[in-house]
């Protein structure tokens, strides 16, 4: 295991159609974290789990929108009816994490994203 | 308050130069400071990072400084090479660990 998995690399989608993305962290990470990138713009948070917690959500993420990470391995993010504005590329990412104490936070290893092209 | 401001928004470098890329924040809970490097059709990629109880960090080429009463944190490239042409982010974090990105840097170093 040598870094984060996402799956399919790009989807192209009819409007009103539901999409699946797949994230595989990496396996002694706990976090895993969805994201948003648009062309030009840096990367936007939409959900983050700790283990099989999810345990923020952004306002971006409309209840169109629905993650879940089951046993705390790998993570699903579900867009249904999609819009031409759900077109960007969604990354995953994976951390490690405490939850508390001067060195809870660490960097972030990102997958190669899943390109969603909504037609 | 959860903005991450930066610039400039595209920078030009001779081979050899120095690239400097400048990042601010407000939120003074934010304690973890990364920039991260992103070649087109690749995720972001964790460059370098810092913690405020340090002004500077070095690794290789790639320097942070860091200026907490000012709350501005910059990222020095030296030497630039043209393999170093990419977008680079910074980003802030704080308790929950849930990074907050500038809105980028096209570098690119010309020969």
């Known amino acids: 295991d040598t870094g984060v998995s996402q799956d399919p690399r790009h989807k192209i989608t009819k409007r009103g159609q539901n999409v699946t993305f797949r994230c595989d962290p990496i396996?002694?990470?706990?976090?895993l974290y969805w994201y948003r990138q648009t062309l030009g713009q840096g990367p936007e948070f939409l959900t983050y789990f700790q283990n099989e917690a999810q345990l923020e959500k952004s306002r971006l993420l409309s209840d169109r929108f629905s993650a879940e990470r089951p046993k705390g391995s790998f993570s699903t993010l579900e867009i249904q009816r999609t819009e031409q504005g759900d077109s960007a590329m969604y990354l995953c990412a994976s951390s490690l994490g405490q939850a508390k104490g001067p060195r809870r936070n660490y960097g972030y290893t990102f997958g190669s994203g899943t390109r969603l092209t909504v037609v | 308050q959860q903005q991450v401001k930066q610039s400039p928004q595209s920078l030009i470098v001779q081979k050899g130069g120095i690239s400097i890329i400048n990042c601010a924040y407000e939120?003074?809970?934010?304690?973890?400071f990364p920039w991260y490097q992103q070649f087109p059709g690749k995720g972001p990629a964790l460059l370098i990072a810092i913690r405020p109880d340090v002004s500077e960090k070095k690794e290789g080429r790639f320097t942070i400084s860091f200026n907490k009463s000012a709350k501005q944190f910059s990222l020095h490239i030296m030497d630039s090479q043209p393999g170093d042409s990419a977008t680079y982010f910074c980003?802030?974090?704080?308790?929950?660990?849930?990074?907050?990105f500038g809105t980028g840097t096209l570098l690119a170093v010309q020969p």
């Open positions: 396996s002694e990470h706990n976090r």
């Open positions: 980003a802030a974090s704080g308790a929950t660990n849930k990074l907050i």
């Open positions: 939120n003074t809970a934010f304690d973890y």
